[in-house]
């Protein structure tokens, strides 16, 4: 009875290092995809409820990143927001 229980802890711990081993390289695999992105683009949809009022902010947000070079370039741009960041400044 005891080594049953010991076999199956021991089979149990055996599985998780498995599993872990195989999700970590599967991490790993991910970021050195993106270490070899130039640039990125991501859309976000946001809805945002005012605390002082019952009004309701709705926006699409798409943002760009031009991640090619030394300086990290972005906009980002919705219905009501636009910033640049060029590298030395950000826009809004």
Do not use: C
Request: charged share 25%; proline share 1%.
């Amino acid at each position: 009875m005891l080594n049953n229980i010991i076999y199956k802890i021991l089979f149990t711990i055996v599985v998780i290092i498995i599993s872990n081993s195989s999700l970590f390289a599967q991490i790993l695999k991910t970021i050195s995809k993106f270490d070899s992105l130039s640039n990125l683009t991501y859309k976000m949809s946001i809805i945002e409820k005012d605390p002082f009022s019952d009004k309701l902010y709705n926006d699409t947000l798409k943002a760009y990143f031009d991640i090619s070079n030394s300086k990290e370039l972005f906009k980002v741009e919705g219905n009501q927001i636009l910033e640049v960041y060029d590298g030395r400044k950000l826009i809004h």
